[in-house]
């Protein structure tokens, strides 16, 4: 099994802040990773798969970048609608697993 | 545009068997090279990954639950399904279906909305 390492657990940021959020494995990955937005109540949505693609219709202030072990999530300029929470999570081999999740509050 | 939608009873039994569906919509289950998958997340916590299967019915399961889960696939109905036996109030929690795009990734590009199962008598 893959374990991930998601920090900081707990982010508080304001709008327009650029914030990043890492993801560490325990062990290489390449860029079998992707990352997730989740609001409460509401599915996870699909930002950012081969640890840097941006999924389809997704702002461009957010981007991904690593590969092997570490892995970062940036966003560039912090909007209203991005406080939610956010995984990350590893596709290389079986059992897929997530990070524990960093939740972006207003500061 | 593919939608997918989870039903199935809202509170199981301890020891009994939990049965979701989910039905695809906007696009046929056995085109491309997808693959579909449960994902469960316990109120409050993070997200665990059940399985996945193929339309040719081809399967991968997550060891943890690996003895208790099958998914299965009825590609006459376009929906897919998830069968958990034995259930425990730690089987309690919001269960998701995805999408698996499989040729460009194996992120979960579409989610269902969710559907919230309690295991309580």
């Known amino acids: 099994v893959i374990w991930m390492t998601q920090s900081p657990s707990l982010l508080s940021a304001s709008t327009g802040d650029r914030v990043t959020i890492s993801c560490r494995m325990s062990?290489?990955?390449?860029?079998?990773l992707a990352w997730y937005q989740q609001k409460p109540g509401k599915a996870p949505e699909l930002l950012i798969y081969?640890?840097?693609t941006l999924q389809s219709g997704v702002p461009s202030r957010f981007s991904g970048s690593g590969s092997g072990t570490d892995f970062t999530l940036t966003i560039s300029c912090l909007q209203s609608e991005d406080f939610a929470t956010y995984y990350c999570?590893?596709?290389?081999?079986?059992?897929?697993?997530f990070g524990q999740g960093t939740k972006v509050e207003i500061k | 545009q593919v939608q997918l939608q989870e039903s199935g009873p809202g509170l199981v039994k301890p020891s009994q068997t939990l049965s979701l569906t989910c039905t695809v919509s906007?696009?046929?289950?056995?085109?491309?090279?997808?693959?579909w998958s449960w994902i469960r997340q316990p109120a409050g916590k993070g997200l665990e990954w059940i399985g996945r299967?193929?339309?040719?019915?081809?399967?991968n399961y997550n060891p943890s639950l690996k003895s208790r889960v099958t998914i299965s696939v009825d590609t006459s109905k376009n929906q897919f399904s998830l069968k958990l036996s034995s259930v425990t109030a730690a089987d309690t929690a919001v269960y998701y279906c995805?999408?698996?795009?499989?040729?460009?990734?194996?992120?979960?590009?579409?989610w269902g909305q969710g559907t919230m199962v309690t295991v309580s008598s």
């Open positions: 081969a640890a840097s």
């Open positions: 299967i193929y339309t040719s019915g081809s399967t």
């Open positions: 062990q290489g990955i390449s860029s079998y």
């Open positions: 995805a999408r698996v795009p499989g040729s460009v990734s194996d992120a979960f590009d579409i």
């Open positions: 999570q590893q596709y290389y081999s079986f059992p897929w697993t």
């Open positions: 906007g696009g046929s289950i056995s085109s491309g090279s997808y693959y």
